[in-house]
């Protein structure tokens, strides 16, 4: 009877250090933004008709024409998670006291949210666009869905009421960036943040990943996302089911405006309505837009977008 058993353990200890290897894999190509860029240069995760989009799309293109224009100045600040927080800040044309915090997605930056930018701008905003964690100038090269970058927010706030301690801050974010701006309104903020713009967030890392094992490799998330969430802990970065942004927004006191594409793919948009039902915000919308796949919805229906964004946010910033 010894030497089944034998097998049998030995066959087991194979799987586990089978599933721990990919478990590392998964983790790389997940949260290492050179790991994932390579990834993404050898023409992974490409999809011919959203490329397009984004090289046709003038409204696009005129937001990152603009942005170099302008020549954003590069700033930095120390942070609560140990080292700097990096970010571009476009000043108002006029002495303003109204700030927008614009916040980038996954594997893009603040020239990616160019258009936001020039929407706020052309408004009187002062506009600070952060550098997510692992992207841009941040040394360190993993990034955290937004569970960590919470906290540097919260430090860019400190930053910009230490700078104008009138000011009135919306929060406006898109993809990762969405789910950061939800994080955030989970947390205590002060009177200053006056609301909040949330396009196409996930309701939380491990189901957005769980979704995408599904969608592209038909695989449940055992045992393969159980083991690049034990990497990801072991890392010291963060639990895939901790990043929530549907818990968070429970806890909010921050009117919410949620947008969601319908055809969006990446992001189901299916995950936009239990979102808004979750959040216990004293004031909260849902705007669906048709036909737009992920994170292109001000780019699809620009007009039905920021109407719908002005109109919201309008009620904070008279």
């Not at 250090?17 to 490409?46: H, I, P, Q, S, T």
């Not at 841009?136 to 919470?150: A, E, H, L």
Request: glycine share 8%; charged share 20%.
């Amino acid at each position: 009877m010894k030497k089944p058993l034998k097998i049998i353990t030995g066959a087991a200890l194979g799987a586990g250090a089978a599933c721990a290897v990919v478990g590392e894999v998964l983790y790389e190509a997940f949260l290492n933004m050179d790991v994932n860029k390579r990834m993404r240069d050898k023409g992974l995760f490409y999809k011919e008709e959203e490329a397009r989009f984004w090289a046709e799309n003038q409204i696009y293109a005129e937001g990152i024409k603009w942005f170099k224009s302008v020549a954003p100045e590069d700033i930095s600040i120390p942070s609560r998670i140990g080292r700097d927080a990096f970010a571009n800040i476009i000043p108002a044309d006029e002495k303003s006291s109204k700030w927008a915090i614009v916040i980038h997605g996954y594997t893009a930056g603040p020239a990616s949210m160019s258009h936001y930018a020039l929407k706020y701008h052309n408004q009187g905003f002062n506009v600070l666009l952060p550098h997510m964690l692992g992207h841009g100038p941040d040394k360190v090269r993993y990034c955290s869905m937004g569970y960590k970058d919470r906290l540097i927010i919260l430090d860019w706030i400190k930053y910009i009421l230490g700078a104008d301690p009138d000011a009135k801050i919306l929060l406006h974010g898109v993809s990762m960036g969405s789910a950061t701006t939800m994080l955030v309104t989970g947390e205590s903020l002060p009177s200053n943040v006056v609301c909040a713009v949330a396009d196409c967030g996930y309701s939380s890392c491990w189901d957005e990943y769980a979704g995408q094992l599904k969608e592209m490799f038909g695989l449940p998330p055992f045992p393969l996302l159980y083991a690049a969430n034990a990497v990801s802990k072991l890392r010291g970065n963060f639990d895939f089911k901790k990043c929530a942004p549907k818990e968070a927004v429970m806890r909010s006191k921050t009117p919410t405006l949620f947008v969601h594409g319908e055809d969006d793919a990446f992001v189901p948009f299916s995950m936009m309505k239990p979102l808004y039902e979750s959040c216990s915000a004293p004031d909260k919308q849902m705007l669906s837009v048709p036909g737009a796949f992920h994170a292109n919805s001000a780019f699809v229906e620009n007009e039905l977008y920021w109407n719908t964004v002005d109109g919201f946010i309008g009620k904070y910033f008279e």
